[in-house]
């Protein structure tokens, strides 16, 4: 009788403990909640665009925004010309260790396919990694809220490094 006391007070304690400890433990997230908070975890890994590029590693292109005529007279163009082999009289695409995506001819739609374009092209080449630039939030006026769904494909792409928030 004494050891049957004994078993039973011992499971009163294992059960009190055991609710004790649960009334301070977060409820379990369900699937949903624990997917967007995969999500943002992953988000805070990702590496981002520095806000000041001086230097690029060898296989690491800097990408701008651009106009059609290429005239990168200033803003982030005019440092992928100085610095990183941009050609002047060329709006688009790769030049030296740069990508131009034209962002001063029109509204933000007409952005959209150089952006599908370069997102494709990037693809193409996994073995560069591409540093975007807040393109078209500078000399062409835009904000981050107009441009950065743009890149909405680009969250998939490995090698595509985006500016923080987009």
Wanted: with cysteine; aromatic share 12%; charged share 25%.
């Amino acid at each position: 009788m004494k050891n049957l006391r004994k078993n039973y007070a011992s499971i009163n304690i294992f059960f009190y403990l055991r609710r004790k400890i649960c009334e301070y433990m977060p409820a379990p997230m369900d699937f949903e909640k624990r997917f967007i908070l995969k999500e943002k975890m992953d988000m805070v890994k990702k590496r981002t665009t520095p806000e000041f590029i001086t230097e690029l590693q060898p296989n690491e292109i800097f990408v701008f925004g651009s106009n059609l005529k290429g005239m990168h007279g200033g803003g982030a163009a005019y440092i992928a010309y100085r610095k990183f082999g941009a050609i002047m009289g060329q709006g688009v695409g790769l030049q030296g260790q740069s990508y131009a995506i034209p962002t001063m001819q029109g509204g933000v739609e007409t952005i959209r396919p150089y952006v599908d374009e370069f997102i494709q092209f990037a693809k193409e080449h996994q073995d560069l990694t591409f540093l975007v630039t807040r393109i078209g939030c500078g000399i062409a006026g835009f904000t981050d809220e107009e441009i950065s769904p743009l890149f909405e494909k680009a969250h998939d792409v490995e090698n595509i490094v985006l500016p923080p928030g987009w």
